[in-house]
């Protein structure tokens, strides 16, 4: 892993993040799992407070019917509007997001965490279920943010699956003009290669995967009911097998290979970039692959960092103070100017 990690290091497209966590912090699955568990999970949302004092949710029209839900806090005019977006069975709620918000809040910028599709508690909004997909409504999310608060520019940072999203959403078409940056901590790089890391590591992640997962089935169905059954998906209670049977039944790719390259940010796929992008992922991340950082676009638009420590989503060095992706995050928007 060292020698993988000084090949990153000395990449023209890699530079490092100075991250240095004390040794009892440097475990990639404590810094993985460290912020949704008490008590820094209680301190984060200490640090939030002022932020979720001011939250105002809005639904967003984001084409086609689509509804998606989000939370804004600021005074209605701003200059400067972070847009925050989570992982998968996270939500605008979740530790990362809200840690990252209260960074950015305080630093003054206004902040919108969006929802994806049934995830918090949006899953009546919208009659088919969420999958990794759906990027036409996240757009059109962003879109509909632009129009909302036209006089404001916009930055965007998402996490894990969230990072996944607004890569692919900046590197589409009809990108506001309104639109900074992006910056991606995390994001899911190959579907297909995060998929065997779950099921070759630690059964941790796998039973909290499924059990979220089945967990926000059973919620779309109780919203929908007479329209959706979930019982048979959820009795597989395996990751491939449950992915594989929501291709078939609710997507239209003809398998779950083409399903997982549908979102895989490798390759071409970041090419057209339009605006300055900036991804940040530890080489001990253990659902992202550091090596596949390799097969990323060279994208002028593209800047990547990585980091020894940090886990997936990570990057916690202090108990009761920004994450050092917090950092991260608000530098490389301060110099989006």
């Not at 608060?149 to 078409?173: I, W």
């Not at 530890?282 to 992202?288: N, Q, S, T």
Request: one cysteine or more.
């Amino acid at each position: 892993m060292r020698r993988a990690a000084a090949d990153l290091r000395g990449a023209a497209i890699a530079r490092p993040l100075q991250f240095r966590p004390s040794a009892a912090l440097r475990s990639a699955h404590l810094q993985s799992t460290l912020g949704s568990l008490p008590p820094l999970a209680v301190l984060v949302r200490r640090r939030a407070a002022a932020m979720l004092a001011t939250a105002q949710p809005l639904l967003l029209e984001c084409g086609h019917g689509i509804r998606l839900q989000a939370f804004y806090s600021g005074n209605g005019r701003p200059r400067r509007l972070a847009l925050l977006l989570h992982g998968w069975e996270g939500s605008a709620r979740s530790s990362c997001v809200l840690s990252l918000g209260a960074t950015l809040f305080a630093a003054g910028f206004e902040v919108l965490r969006l929802n994806l599709r049934d995830h918090g508690e949006s899953h009546p909004l919208n009659r088919e279920i969420f999958h990794c997909c759906r990027l036409a409504e996240v757009a059109g999310a962003v879109r509909a943010i632009a129009e909302r608060f036209e006089h404001a520019a916009l930055y965007l940072a998402g996490f894990s699956l969230g990072g996944n999203f607004l890569l692919r959403v900046a590197a589409e078409p009809q990108l506001p003009a309104a639109v900074r940056g992006v910056v991606a901590v995390s994001p899911v790089l190959e579907p297909a290669a995060t998929l065997r890391a779950l099921e070759t590591g630690p059964a941790l992640y796998r039973r909290n995967l499924v059990w979220r997962w089945s967990r926000s089935l059973r919620l779309k169905q109780r919203a929908w009911p007479g329209v959706h059954d979930f019982s048979a998906l959820i009795r597989l209670a395996d990751l491939r097998a449950m992915t594989a049977a929501l291709v078939r039944e609710h997507t239209g790719f003809g398998s779950i290979d083409e399903y997982l390259s549908g979102y895989a940010i490798t390759g071409e796929r970041l090419a057209s970039l339009s605006v300055p992008c900036s991804l940040l992922l530890a080489e001990d991340d253990p659902l992202v692959p550091a090596a596949d950082l390799r097969r990323l676009s060279g994208s002028a638009q593209l800047g990547l960092w990585t980091s020894r420590f940090g886990g997936h989503c990570g990057f916690i060095d202090q108990w009761s103070a920004p994450s050092a992706a917090d950092r991260f995050v608000l530098e490389r928007f301060e110099a989006l100017g």
